[in-house]
């Protein structure tokens, strides 16, 4: 009875503290947001559904079985097929990443190339698209008449006429997905690169090491750690990105994961769909594992020490220009131009013709004309459909109100594993908000279907309702708002918070105060990251959106799907452009806020 007694003032000492108390409440919603989907959606794979009565005799719903798994688990078109094209994919994709994002980290980095600020701009620009913002640009430059569509822009300023395999398939799908997503290995590679001192290049160099032995035995293992990061994180998207590879993949027959999930769901497969979605998981979480393994057992090697990093630029000479121009030259070709002609498209009245006098506003604020059959049918322009409206609304309610509720939350997770450090709820917090980065989010959609999909306890059954969809950005893309909070709390020094208690304030009042205004720039970071990446996510919404609740992304999608090629290339011009007038307003905000605090004397 001793024990116990002391046992409970202990506990309660311990629940007094605020960061405590406040950790534990963080942890049971981020767990019931994170871990007990996963487990749900495992429980759904392995027992019998409603349909599933309706087809076999003598089951009932929720009833264990091993029926689904042995019907997917060695079945080629369900499981093996989409899986192996799912692996030549993102490795196909990171193969593409590796290279061009280390290549330019390096010139951009290491070099005395010119122009450095211009070429990292052009070489984050995809980083602000959404992730299958080029399949759409990439089948209007190469569809052509000899694979029976319309004459594409290749096709029309040369008259050449790409083959199947280069419009759709295999090809394509990598080639797309790691012009989007090679931002990420140039930003972190750049990044190690630039804090890589120049003493042991020049020892090697002293030894009588030739520059390529240099780039491969010294400068490639110092970044590897980076590129390995980057490799990691991008393969997990491109594996779980379903735009692309639903574009420019299934019309030539090659079908992945992403695809057949969203394909079984639509067919009322649900638990063949969701051992799928385990399958993503398990492939995801596989990758990281081996990443850590690597980087767990590779010699370490110090590149900064207390003289500080000395950095020492590779001089290019006479390759200096035209290294430059060809970078710039091939973002444009490769990114600028597809988008250009993205933009061009949508003024098209008809497809095909890429002349001036074929310039139209009918796909912006053009009305169904009955006098030519080909404007008869189809969607109303972009300003007079009332479904752009509302999925525009709709993207601003759950974007917004997601980023909102994640700058707060990850302020309040970055607190507890900042103040908290070395502890295990600090710890086990930590991972936990950043385990939603090893689920690919065509597989988060399909596990928050498996979990609100029926009412539970007391929570209603949430889908088709805006609700399911802030969860899921919520449960998504907490790890970008809690890192962006971890950083801002390593600023203040708690020196600042101590001082506060003694004085008597409250820890509400000692956060609103004291660390508030001093990390308030964390909260803008992780509104922004979540805001931009919720507002042009799709294969996160793409298996939760109905009719009422759908979003710009997937209304997007929609068009392009039903070949309205015109409109959709609108409204893709439409959400970029908002999402660039979102950066650059909350960059203002940001850049008025610091001033604010100088002023004020708090920075």
Same mark, same amino acid.
């Given at each position: ?54 087809l076999l005799n003598g089951i009932k ?125 140039? %930003? @972190?590679?750049? *990044?190690? /690169?630039?804090?890589? =001192?120049?003493? &042991? ?6 030894? !009588? ?126 990114? %600028? @131009?597809?988008? *250009?002609? /993205?933009?061009?498209? =949508?003024?098209? &009245? ?6 001036? !006098? ?147 304030? !409250? ?29 042009r996510e799709l294969s996160l919404f ?62």
């Open positions: 009875m001793q024990d116990f007694n002391k046992l409970v003032r202990i506990l309660r000492i311990k629940l007094s503290q605020p960061r405590i108390l406040l950790g534990i409440c963080l942890l049971l919603f981020l767990t019931y947001l994170i871990v007990v989907p996963i487990i749900t959606l495992i429980t759904n794979a392995s027992c019998f559904q409603l349909v599933d009565t309706f719903e929720g009833e264990f079985t091993l029926y689904h798994w042995k019907k997917v688990v060695g079945n080629y078109d369900i499981l093996i097929q989409p899986f192996l094209n799912t692996l030549i994919v993102g490795l196909g994709a990171v193969g593409v990443i590796a290279v061009l994002g280390t290549m330019i980290a390096w010139l951009v980095a290491r070099t005395d190339i010119p122009l450095k600020g211009l070429l990292t701009v052009l070489a984050t620009i995809p980083y602000v698209l959404p992730s299958w913002s080029l399949a759409l640009p990439w089948i209007e430059i190469f569809q052509n008449t000899g694979i029976n569509m319309a004459v594409g822009f290749l096709e029309y300023t040369t008259s050449l006429k790409a083959p199947l395999w280069l419009v759709f398939g295999p090809i394509p799908v990598i080639i797309v997905l790691g012009l989007h997503y090679f931002p990420f290995a140039f %930003l @972190l590679v750049a *990044a190690a /690169l630039g804090n890589l =001192s120049s003493d &042991l290049e020049e020892t090697a160099e002293l030894l !009588g090491a030739s520059r390529v032995k240099i780039l491969r035995t010294i400068t490639l293992p110092i970044v590897m750690p980076a590129l390995l990061s980057a490799i990691i994180l991008c393969f997990s998207l491109a594996i779980g990105s379903y735009g692309t590879p639903s574009l420019l993949g299934t019309p030539g027959g090659f079908t992945v994961l992403s695809v057949q999930i969203k394909s079984l769901m639509d067919l009322n497969l649900q638990s063949q769909a969701y051992i799928l979605t385990i399958m993503l998981i398990a492939l995801s979480v596989l990758v990281v594992y081996l990443n850590n393994r690597i980087i767990g057992i590779r010699k370490g090697y110090e590149t900064i020490g207390g003289k500080g990093v000395r950095k020492r630029l590779t001089p290019l000479k006479k390759l200096r220009i035209p290294l430059c121009v060809s970078v710039i030259v091939f973002i444009t070709v490769t990114i %600028l @131009l597809p988008l *250009a002609i /993205l933009v061009w498209s =949508s003024f098209m &009245l008809n497809r095909g013709d890429y002349s001036f !006098g074929n310039f139209s506003l009918h796909y912006w604020t053009g009305i169904i004309d009955p006098s030519n059959p080909e404007f008869t049918v189809g969607e109303p322009a972009v300003f007079r459909n009332p479904k752009f409206f509302s999925s525009l609304r709709n993207t601003f309610l759950i974007s917004g109100m997601g980023a909102a509720i994640l700058g707060v939350l990850g302020m309040l997770v970055g607190y507890v594993v900042v103040m908290g450090r070395g502890k295990q709820l600090s710890r086990l917090l930590e991972r936990i908000s950043f385990a939603p980065v090893m689920i690919p989010s065509i597989a988060f959609g399909a596990i928050y279907i498996s979990l609100f999909g029926v009412s539970r306890g007391p929570i209603p059954a949430l889908y088709g309702t805006f609700a399911i969809l802030i969860l899921v950005v919520i449960g998504k893309k907490i790890p970008y708002a809690s890192r962006a909070g971890i950083s801002a709390m390593f600023q203040p020094s708690k020196e600042l918070e101590e001082a506060g208690e003694v004085l008597g304030a !409250g820890w509400l009042k000692r956060f609103k105060q004291i660390i508030w205004p001093l990390t308030k720039t964390g909260f803008s970071s992780g509104f922004l990251i979540v805001f931009i990446s919720a507002s793409i298996m939760l959106v109905t009719v009422k609740t759908q979003v710009l992304t997937t209304l997007i999608f929609e068009s392009a799907q039903e070949g309205i090629r015109q409109l959709s290339y609108a409204l893709m011009t439409t959400l970029i452009t908002i999402t660039l007038i979102t950066i650059g307003v909350f960059r203002l905000y940001e850049r008025y806020s610091n001033r604010s605090l100088v002023k004020k004397g708090i920075l």
